[in-house]
């Protein structure tokens, strides 16, 4: 069990374990290729291999490892306040129709546990967003009556189950939550068990979005597909550019057991005090196990991930006092500058190309609405009533986000000629020389930018600063101990392995021995 002083793998990742899968190293083919492992990959392949297709499932890392393993695993379709912005900014009908989308995949996923016998700690709680302070409450009353006329069995109300006082709250009843990777892995049975083919380790590097579309691994086995869906988090191969639509954030994430006498009863999210979120869990020893998540920032930024735990560890022990921290973690997530992820195809990818991104955070409702989407696309059955809503190239939307648009690609321009005009220090002399051990930083050498870190052996390593996406300077995240990169959100090790896409390929290695 990892303590509270090592962030990394989730609570979620060391209780449940998904069976393993070889990496592809011969060709293959398939009626369809998804590249991504996590629930919108998953969930597309299950449904796609339900309606009688042959599917192949190529996953980079192990299944659900990446944005998927580290979610609070909330099914819920009350999301923070959208629907107040989607009901100005869409229209009434369009907040009608997400209401009635993530709520349909919040309910798929209880038919579908049930069908299969999947125990996944499953709990029907009510979800609340809610405020402190007297200045949030008149939004708050806005929301609840946007979200009522949505659809949602929604309320404003004073009173939660929460330790300490609110100002107001919206109450959406019925809704859900669950141990994410438990459900993942009773869904990989059964897709394998239809014929489904599941490799981890499998690297995409290429793709020809021909008629059949052609995918090359980084181990140099091709897969051929008749049709592709990119289900990466934030889409690799994307020359659609939605990237200049999606922004990226990291939450930290905090764990640790609370008597079950004290559990709140619900789900609780606040964007007050760098947002905080609050739910408990089943710990399998007859307790729970209380989750907070908060302190969002952006990849690469620069922040302080350690302080940011601080801050969320005095959070808990103000409110919840006695409870004991004993794990951390972090969660990456992409939202879309409208509001509303981007699901169908890619179209200028391929025809037969499909992408599933911009979850904003709530991946569990949407990488099941996802798939439901997807399949019927590609089986061109009965077509959702949602599926224009989720267009990744809906245009009246994507015009009313204007300023969000212009502002999220403001600031990856301003890191890519920012980060270049900065004067790094000198590789030979103090910046390298002054690194204590966990440390890292961003040096010149041989006018190259070059990323530097100390171990706690006290030995250096040294890769490219140089993102291999599209060449922005990556940052070092002094909690994780990684490289991230502030444009798109991609991640690598200290040795400059890939950690998270869209990147696909590692930070060059340098010599230690040349700073």
Not at 63 to 83: E, F, R
Not at 276 to 299: N, Q, W
Request: glycine share 12%; net charge negative.
């Amino acid at each position: 069990m990892k303590r509270l002083s090592e962030p990394g793998r989730s609570y979620w990742l060391q209780s449940a374990d998904l069976p393993a899968f070889p990496p592809l190293m011969d060709s293959a083919e398939a009626d369809v290729a998804v590249i991504g492992g996590g629930i919108a990959g998953l969930s597309s392949a299950w449904e796609l291999t339900r309606a009688g297709l042959s599917v192949i499932v190529l996953e980079a890392d192990r299944l659900a490892a990446g944005v998927t393993g580290h979610t609070t695993g909330k099914l819920t379709a009350l999301h923070t306040s959208i629907y107040g912005k989607l009901r100005s900014e869409h229209g009434e009908d369009a907040a009608r129709v997400y209401a009635g989308s993530q709520s349909a995949a919040m309910g798929h996923v209880i038919e579908v546990a049930a069908e299969l016998g999947i125990d996944c700690d499953l709990e029907r709680r009510p979800a609340f967003t809610y405020c402190e302070e007297d200045e949030g409450v008149e939004g708050l009353r806005d929301e609840a009556e946007a979200a009522r006329a949505a659809g949602l069995d929604a309320s404003f109300v004073t009173e939660t189950d929460l330790p300490y006082a609110v100002a107001g709250a919206v109450r959406v009843e019925d809704q859900a939550q669950f141990h994410p990777l438990k459900y993942l892995r009773g869904l990989v049975v059964d897709l394998v068990a239809d014929g489904g083919r599941v490799h981890e380790l499998t690297r995409i590097t290429g793709m020809d979005a021909g008629e059949p579309c052609r995918l090359s691994t980084a181990s140099g086995a091709t897969v051929t597909a008749r049709h592709v869906v990119v289900a990466t988090h934030h889409p690799v191969f994307d020359h659609a550019l939605l990237a200049t639509r999606l922004t990226q954030h990291r939450d930290l994430v905090i764990a640790g057991s609370l008597p079950p006498e004290r559990d709140p009863g619900g789900m609780y999210i606040t964007t007050e005090g760098g947002k905080r979120s609050v739910r408990t869990a089943p710990d399998g020893h007859g307790g729970r196990l209380l989750i907070i998540t908060g302190e969002a920032f952006t990849p690469g930024s620069g922040a302080d991930t350690e302080a940011g735990y601080a801050r969320l560890q005095d959070w808990a022990n103000e409110r919840f006092p006695g409870v004991t921290m004993t794990h951390r973690w972090a969660a990456q997530d992409n939202s879309a500058t409208d509001s509303v992820p981007l699901i169908g195809p890619m179209r200028r990818n391929g025809e037969n190309v499909y992408v599933a991104s911009g979850f904003a955070g709530w991946g569990m409702t949407g990488g099941v609405l996802a798939g439901q989407l997807l399949a019927s696309l590609i089986t061109k059955t009965a077509r959702p009533s949602w599926a224009e809503l989720y267009d990744p190239h809906r245009l009246g939307p994507a015009l009313g986000s204007a300023p969000e648009f212009l502002k999220a690609q403001w600031d990856v321009g301003k890191h890519f000629v920012k980060d270049r005009l900065e004067s790094f220090g000198d590789g030979s002399n103090g910046p390298v020389s002054s690194l204590a051990a966990g440390e890292g930083t961003v040096v010149r050498a041989d006018g190259r930018p070059c990323a530097v870190h100390r171990d706690d052996q006290g030995n250096l390593h040294a890769v490219s600063a140089v993102c291999t996406h599209l060449g922005c300077l990556v940052a070092f995240n002094n909690a994780e101990r990684t490289w991230e990169c502030p444009c798109h959100g991609s991640r690598f090790g200290i040795d400059g392995e890939i950690l998270q896409g869209p990147a696909l390929h590692p930070l060059e290695r340098r010599d230690p021995g040349d700073l």
